[in-house]
DNA sequence: GAGGTTATCATACAAACGTATGACTGAAGA
DNA sequence: TCTTCAGTCATACGTTTGTATGATAACCTC
């Protein structure tokens, strides 16, 4: 009998006997959902196989079927444990102490750090959105939820004068896409590239360096000679 | 026989008695392009069938096999067709005339427009380089090519000193971010936000106002009072 | 220890996939 | 008129896909 609810928290009987690396130790269902974030980020949702899912996670072909119910199952519950995390950097930036640029620079480059170390995370919501022609609710809302953010901390600027004028949203969008491209193509640029320093570092250089790009956008021009 | 050979110039025999929309007037071979590349941006190399695209262009099931040899022919040859043009954009900027800080202005304005008129693109370029660790040597020259096109740039407002100090890479590759990002969300972030404007105004709107962001960024701070 | 629930496993199945094959069509060259 | 050849078409092939099924094993409660 398939269990088709998600929802249940028991989910730690039967486990194995050693403790093997990314095997069924700590919960098959765990396992699944974390081999699944890694492959379908890779491969996408229709390149990646149920049967790739379940060898990765050292699970039996059944197990998604058992666990989640299917397929696209599996994939919807780790998208929503991969994408909520996403709109807590942003939130915690804005609820820090400081002024609105200042809290801006530190969305910016808490965003870039995160998303840089977790780049499945911002390949997946790429993904999702360039792939249907209006994404998944899931999808909207962690994006929506960042611009909106975003925007309200520049409107704050805007009202006591210390950012430029001009359409917060778009501003936020803006703000947005240093994050959002950089995160994408930071291993593959380092591979690229040749840097000499490892891709941990080269994050280290760029986050502070894409904070201080945005920042410097929003200033207001101080009127020089 | 299999025709292998994709360089051969003459695929022009054998039209439709009457002009059908997308079916096999002007070539099989060129409707087959045209809907691969519309078809591999939305779903991806994998979601898509050959069965998909020939139905779209007006094809048989063997007009792949026959004129590109194989999916994974016909990909690239898409691929090397739309990619190519990318590059054009910002070599014209770059070829104009102007101070160093105007050309890269006409470059992310000229880039965003010209990607977000042409969504694919970008799509493709993304998809290609999220997919794989390290993407096709096509694929990685357009992203060098642009990337390196204005850093050289960059270097040169550099020196003239209207443009800041900064690691002129990694200032190339904010410049880099607005066009990629933005081009890649604006259709579905023109449906999610229920916009007045229609797609295209809203490109209108937002192609100065990123090229006004990214040159801001880079100007030199003007010492105030 | 019996009974029942929960999970794992090997296997089966229909559908869709990329590709191969051979027959057919029409225009061009001799 | 006959031959040739590029192109189109219907069909068949071996694989891989997602999912279903029934057997087996481990645990908990009585």
Redesign the interface.
Known sequence: MTRTSVATTSVEKHRSPAGSDTASDRGTAEALLSAAGRLF???????TSIRAITAAAGANLGAVTYHFGSKQALYRAMLERLLAPIGDEIRAAEASAGTPLERIHRAVEGLLRYLGRN?ERP?LL??E???S???DPLV?RT??SNLLLLRSLVEEGQRDGSI?E??P???A??L???P???S??L???H???RFQEDEGVLLD??AP??A???V??L?V?????
């Open positions: 980020a890779e491969r996408g949702y229709v390149g780049p390949r790429l993904q959105i360039s792939t022609p209006l994404p909207q994006m929506k430029r001009g359409d949203l778009l501003l969008l803006s947005l896409s240093q959002a491209h950089m994408v193509v291993r593959p640029l591979r690229m590239m250089r760029l360096h894409a201080d790009f945005a410097r956008a200033e021009r101080r009127e020089g000679s």
